[in-house]
Nanobody, 131 residues
Framework: QVRFLESGGGLVQAGDSLRLSCIVS????????MGWFRQAPGKERESVSC???????????YYRNSVKGRFTISKDNANNTVYLQMNRLKPEDTATYYC?????????????????????WGQGTQVTVSP
């Protein structure tokens, strides 16, 4: 069973930074993509960023346009942890952020930033950015 331990969310002001962490256990191999998605109240879940496996996609990273240049995804393979460094936060970044894992092959077929490629999801951590 895949388990996620997400942390790092909170209430900040516009322009501040946060770093989300997601410790993953139970994956059957290293050939998994790890992604961050978010969902604001009344809105659909949307992609934020993902990082693919070294073997499957050379560790490539992907970002939605609205976070490029502000957010950085990274992964510590030794500690099975994926991070999302979020800088220059904006009120529109307010949402529940979810960590997800999916086989690299699936994410590449579906599209790395599409939720359908991810098979396992964390419980989420809340990020609130005040104006």
């Amino acid at each position: 069973q895949v388990r996620f331990l997400e942390s790092g969310g909170g209430l900040v002001q516009a322009g501040d930074s946060l770093r989300l962490s997601c410790i993953v256990s139970g994956l059957l191999s290293d050939d998994y993509a790890m992604g961050w998605f978010r969902q604001a109240p009344g809105k659909e879940r949307e992609s934020v960023s993902c990082i693919n496996s070294l073997d499957g996609d050379g560790g490539r990273t992907y970002y939605r346009n609205s976070v490029k240049g502000r957010f950085t995804i990274s992964k510590d393979n030794a500690n099975n942890t994926v991070y999302l460094q979020m800088n220059r936060l904006k009120p529109e970044d307010t949402a529940t952020y979810y960590c997800a894992a999916g086989p690299t092959t699936a994410t590449l077929i579906v599209g790395p930033l599409r939720p359908a490629g991810y098979s396992d999801w964390g419980q989420g951590t809340q990020v609130t950015v005040s104006p």
